[in-house]
C-alpha cells in the first residue's frame, strides 16, 4: 500500500490520458453529483457533500476539502457501459437491395474515477446480465473490458444507503484496478492507494508516491468503521426471495400503489436495471431505416404489452414485478440479487417509497400469517 499525496491527483489524471483513457468521475452540475468527463481535479465536487432522504436530494458545502466526501448520486456508470441510447443498426434500400449497416463497437476507453463498492458490485451484476450467459451484449463487454476503474472506499454512509444488508460495501474488497481510501485530518490530506491490476500498476507506477505505515492502515480502518456506523437503514434478507415469491397476490402491493406514481425514476438511477425497448424509424424517402435501442421500464403500461394488451395494467403489479424481480427471481435468473444497496431508488422516489420498508413489510405479514396458521 502506497501513499499518493494530494497535489499528485493531477498528474494521475494526466498519466489515465496518456495512456488513452477518458477520465470519468464525479462533478456537479445542476445542482446534483453526476458522472461526467473530467479534466483536472478542480472538476471533482471538492469541499461538497450531499444530504439524501427519501424524495429528497441537496447539496452542501462541507467546508473541509475533500474531494469524495458525498454518496452516490443520481447517475451510474451505467450511463456509459450501457447507453440510455444506442443505434443497433442502418437499413438501406439501394438499386432495389437492402443493405444493412451495424454500427461498430466503439473504441472508447473509460478510466471511471471515484467507484464505489455497492456501484463495482452493480458493474459486476451488469456483466452477469450482459456477457454471462448464451446470449452476449458486446458493445457492453468491448467497454467494460476497455474500462479502468479507480475505486473509493466511502468514508459517509448517506441516510439511504444500505450497503451493509446486502453486502456490497461501503468498504471496496476486488474488482478494481486502484483503490484510494482518502484521509483528512487537521494536518494532512492524502490517498491511500491499492493496486488490483496490472493495468492499474501501470498507472501507478509513473505517478509519485511514498510508502504508508501502520498508522495509515490504521487511518483506514477507522473510515470505513465510521462509515459503516452511520448506515441507518437495513433489509433482512433472510429467506426473503422465498417469502416475496409466495406473496404475489399480498394486498400490500395495492397499497403502496396508491402512493407510487409509476414514473421509473427508481428504474432510471438503479445501478443494475437493464429494461429496454427497440424502436424503428424511417425516413420520408422511405429509402433509409434506423434500428434504435432505448431504456425502458417494467412500470410504464406498455412495456408489458403482447398481443391483446398490457399483462400489468395496474399500478401494483407493475411495482410487485419491480421489486419482486429485484430481490427474488434477479436470484434465479443471475445467482445474485438486483439490489446493491445504494439507496438511489428511495431518493429519487419523488414520494419517497423506501423499498426497504416495503420489502420488510411483506416480510412481516408472512411470518405473521405463518405463525397464526401454526397456532391455530
Not at 451505467?78 to 443497433?88: D, R, T, V, W
Not at 483503490?179 to 491511500?192: D, M, P, R, S
Not at 406514481?261 to 424509424?281: I, K
Not at 427474488?328 to 444497496?341: D, I, K, L, R
Request: glycine share 6%.
Amino acid at each position: 500500500m502506497k501513499i499518493i499525496d494530494i497535489y499528485e491527483f493531477d498528474n494521475l489524471i494526466n498519466k489515465l490520458k496518456e495512456k488513452g483513457y477518458t477520465p470519468i468521475g464525479p462533478t456537479i452540475q445542476n445542482g446534483a453529483i453526476i458522472y461526467s468527463e473530467i479534466n483536472s481535479s478542480s472538476d471533482l465536487p471538492i469541499g461538497f457533500t450531499d444530504v439524501q432522504k427519501p424524495g429528497f436530494y441537496r447539496l452542501e458545502n462541507s467546508g473541509n476539502g475533500s474531494y469524495f466526501n458525498f454518496v452516490v448520486g443520481p447517475q451510474s456508470w451505467k450511463k456509459f457501459l450501457y447507453p440510455s441510447i444506442q443505434k443497433l443498426f442502418t437499413a438501406y434500400y439501394k438499386n432495389n437491395k437492402l443493405e444493412i449497416e451495424r454500427e461498430e463497437d466503439t473504441k472508447t476507453k473509460y478510466a471511471f474515477i471515484g467507484v464505489r463498492a455497492c456501484e463495482i458490485n452493480s458493474i459486476e451484476i451488469q456483466d452477469r446480465v450482459f456477457f454471462g450467459g448464451e446470449f452476449q451484449n458486446s458493445k457492453y463487454k468491448t467497454l467494460r473490458k476497455n474500462s479502468l476503474i479507480i475505486a473509493v472506499n466511502c468514508s459517509k454512509a448517506g441516510s439511504n444507503c444500505f450497503c451493509t444488508s446486502m453486502g456490497t460495501g461501503p468498504e471496496v474488497k476486488s474488482g478494481y484496478d486502484i483503490l484510494l481510501t482518502e484521509i483528512l485530518n487537521e494536518n494532512e490530506h492524502y490517498f491511500l492507494i491499492e493496486i488490483g491490476s496490472e493495468r492499474g500498476n501501470e498507472i501507478v507506477s509513473e505517478v509519485n508516491t511514498r510508502d504508508s505505515n501502520e498508522i495509515d492502515l490504521e487511518r483506514k480502518h477507522q473510515v470505513i468503521q465510521k462509515t459503516i456506523s452511520q448506515i441507518q437503514k437495513h433489509l433482512d434478507t433472510e429467506n426473503l426471495k422465498e417469502i416475496l415469491l409466495k406473496n404475489f397476490e399480498n394486498p400490500l402491493w395495492d397499497e403502496v400503489a396508491k402512493r407510487c406514481l409509476a414514473c421509473g425514476n427508481c428504474t432510471m438511477v438503479c445501478p443494475t436495471c437493464f429494461c429496454m425497448t427497440v424502436e424503428d424509424y424511417t425516413d420520408l424517402q422511405k429509402t433509409k431505416a434506423e434500428r434504435i435501442q432505448k431504456w425502458d421500464s417494467c412500470f410504464t403500461l406498455e412495456y408489458s404489452y403482447i398481443h391483446g394488451g398490457s399483462v400489468r395494467v395496474s399500478i401494483g403489479s407493475r411495482y410487485r414485478q419491480w421489486l419482486t424481480h429485484k430481490l427474488a427471481s434477479w436470484h434465479e435468473q443471475f445467482g445474485t440479487s438486483g439490489c446493491v444497496g445504494c439507496g438511489r431508488c428511495i431518493t429519487w422516489c419523488p414520494v419517497g417509497i423506501d423499498i426497504t420498508e416495503e420489502a420488510t413489510k411483506i416480510k412481516k405479514v408472512s411470518q405473521y400469517q405463518t405463525t397464526s396458521m401454526e397456532e391455530t
